[in-house]
C-alpha cells in the first residue's frame, strides 16, 4: 500500500472536499489524515491517503477540480512515518504584537535552536495584530533556556511572548 | 471632582496591553477619577462585563467587573472595583471562550479557575477586600487580573486551534 500526500488550496466553495473525498474513494484510495482550514479566505486542504494507485493515476483524476483554474491539486509519493515520538514536553507557544516582517522566522529558529518541535501552529493578520499560536513540544531540559531565549527575542521584535505547558486533559 | 468620562479603549496591538502595571494607592483621588472612567467606559460597552486600566491606556493595577444578570454567572458581587488585586485561590480548572474589547475581532478557549479567591483594595477606602467566588465572575477576575499584569487572554489560549474568528462583538 503506497502513502500520498495530497493538497488543494483555492477559491472556496461550497462541495470542494466531497468532490476530492469522491474522487480519492473512487480509485480506492482510503483516506487517512486530513485537514482543511480557510486561510486568508482561500481553500486550503491536506491530506494523506493510503491505497494501490500510483501518484500519477490520483493526480491524473483529481486534475477533473483544476479545469476552471480556481483550484490548485498536488498529489506526492511520500514514505509512511513511524509514530512519533514525544521527546519533548508539550507547550503552547504565543507571540502577539504589531504585524512586522519576520516574526514567525524568528521566533521558530529560536525554537528550533533549542530543539523546540512544532507541532501545530496557527497565524492570523487580525488588523494591525499578529497572532502566532503554536504547539511545541520542547526537550524538558531546555525549557527555562528557551523561555529566556524567547523572551530576547520578542524584545528585539517588540512583540509578546508567552510559552506555557500545554494543559494535559486527562480523563 | 470632575466627572467621569468614557474613555477610548485601546486594542492589541498597543503596547501598554503588554506592559505589567504599576500598583497604586487606592485613596488616590486620580485612581478614584479612574476607576469612574473605567466605570462609566463598561456602562457605554454592550456586552463588557469588566475593564481594566491597561484597556484605556494606563499600565496600573485597577479594574472594574460587573457580570449582574449574566446567564453564565452564578456568584456574583455586582458591580465593584479593585486595586492591586491578586489570586490567593484558585481550583477547579474548566476551559471556556472569552473575547475581549481590546482584542475585537477574535475569541479564544482559556483555562480559569472556576472557584477563586482574589484579595485587593477598595479605591476610595483602601479597605482590603477579599471576593470569594465562581464561574462567570471568576473567570472575569481572572481575566481583569491578567490584563493588570500586561497579559491578554491570547496568551493562555489552550492550543493552536483554539482562536476563533468573532462572528459579531457583543
Known sequence: MGELAVTVI???RPGIIADVAEILAGLGM???DSTMTRLRGHFAMTLVCTGSHPCADVEAALAALTGDGSLT???????????AST???PHVLTVHGADRLGIVAAVCRATAEFGGNVTD????LSGDLYLLIA????????????TERLASVAGMLGVDVALRPAEADLL | VSAAVVRPVVRAPAAVLGTAGEPVDPCDPAVVGLVADLFATMRVSPGCVGLAAPQ??????V???DVTGHPKARTCHGAFALCNAEVVEATRWEKGREGCMSVPDLTGDVRRAARLTVVGYVPGTGEELKIRTDAFEARALQHEIDHCSGLLFLDRVAGAHAVYARRTYL
Do not use: C, I, M, Q
Open chain 1, 10 to 12: 483555492g477559491h472556496d
Open chain 1, 30 to 32: 482510503n483516506l487517512t
Open chain 1, 73 to 83: 491539486v498536488s498529489v506526492r509519493d511520500v514514505r509512511p512515518e513511524p509514530d
Open chain 1, 87 to 89: 521527546a519533548g514536553r
Open chain 1, 121 to 124: 501552529l496557527t497565524t492570523r
Open chain 1, 135 to 146: 504547539e511545541v513540544d520542547v526537550p524538558a531540559a531546555d525549557v527555562e533556556r528557551l
Open chain 2, 56 to 61: 484605556v491606556g494606563v499600565a496600573r493595577r
Open chain 2, 63 to 65: 479594574f472594574v467587573v
